[in-house]
């Protein structure tokens, strides 16, 4: 499954809307072990834990796909890169963590997760920006 999403004018405008939003679930109202839609490096979809201030998510590198934690925005930068929106289940178990993140992108594509975080884009939720134009390349002669 491709990630972060099909690259379309209107995904890549969602994506960077969430990217800029101040509006996302602080630490202390996140439920531990409980699966989260996302912004993120490398997912849309995370198990929170509190003992890392971070989620664990499915990573997809050089065609492997295995876990892997990348913490809350609110750890701060460098390496606070995840934003939490929307809580969509309870607390999984942890020997049940990878089967529970591949379910839930099979059950929330792409186009639900946009519909399902448009409220907490920078704009307020009105419309998404276009991505922006490729570059024009010249032809040497």
Known sequence: MPYPHPTTQGSFGHYRG?????????IDQLEEDCIYLIHARNSYIGIWGASK?????????FGRRFLFTEFHWD???????VKPFVKI??????????QALDRA????PYQE???????????GGGEVRPAP?????SSLS
């Not at 969430?18 to 602080?26: A, F, I, K, W």
């Not at 992108?105 to 929330?108: F, H």
């Not at 997760?113 to 704009?123: I, Y």
């Open 18 to 26: 969430l990217q800029e939003s101040v509006r996302y679930l602080t």
């Open 53 to 61: 201030r971070g989620f664990t998510l499915v990573r997809d590198k």
């Open 75 to 81: 750890t701060g930068a460098p390496f606070g890169t």
């Open 89 to 98: 289940s309870g607390a999984v178990e942890p020997d049940c963590r990878r």
């Open 105 to 108: 992108e099979v059950d929330i």
């Open 113 to 123: 997760f946009m519909a399902l975080t448009r409220d907490f884009l920078s704009d």
């Open 133 to 137: 134009e490729p570059p024009k390349t």
